[in-house]
């Protein structure tokens, strides 16, 4: 006669720690996809702001040299689309939309160095920054001058 077991034998523990692991797994998946799209919103601002350096040197070249003069900060939409000199949208091909005040700039007085930034949506992101003197970056601090703090 057979005694009846009362216990989980080993394999049967293996199996059920298993399907809890994938559905932890299929649970964090789903979890996701926010912070992905985020991440991509955060890459496309990052194009954005590369446009903008594109047309800030483009508008230099044909300016002596000289970039926008704004001494306080400003959105470049306004910088984009409005202003004296010609706007920045006349050295790029259209101006990226900006909903949120997402795109800042800031230059010195003389208009020879600037810093361009944005707010970055991903968790703990920061500022992504790009500075005259070639630097880019993020920053956890919004840049309140023309001088590059880059490392």
Known sequence: MRLKNNGFTLVEILIVITIIG???VALLSALNPLEQIRK???SDKKNDIRQYQIALENY???NNGLYPARASVVNLQTL???GSPPPLAAYMS????DNGNTYKYISDA???NWVL???MDAKNSGFWVICSNGKSGKLTTEPASATCTLP
Do not use: E, R
Request: glycine share 14%.
């Open 117 to 119: 930034w944005a707010k």
């Open 60 to 62: 230099s070249n044909i």
């Open 80 to 82: 984009c689309n409005a």
């Open 110 to 112: 003389s208009g020879s």
């Open 40 to 42: 991509g919103a955060d």
């Open 94 to 97: 259209g101006c990226p939309t």
């Open 22 to 24: 994938i559905l932890v």
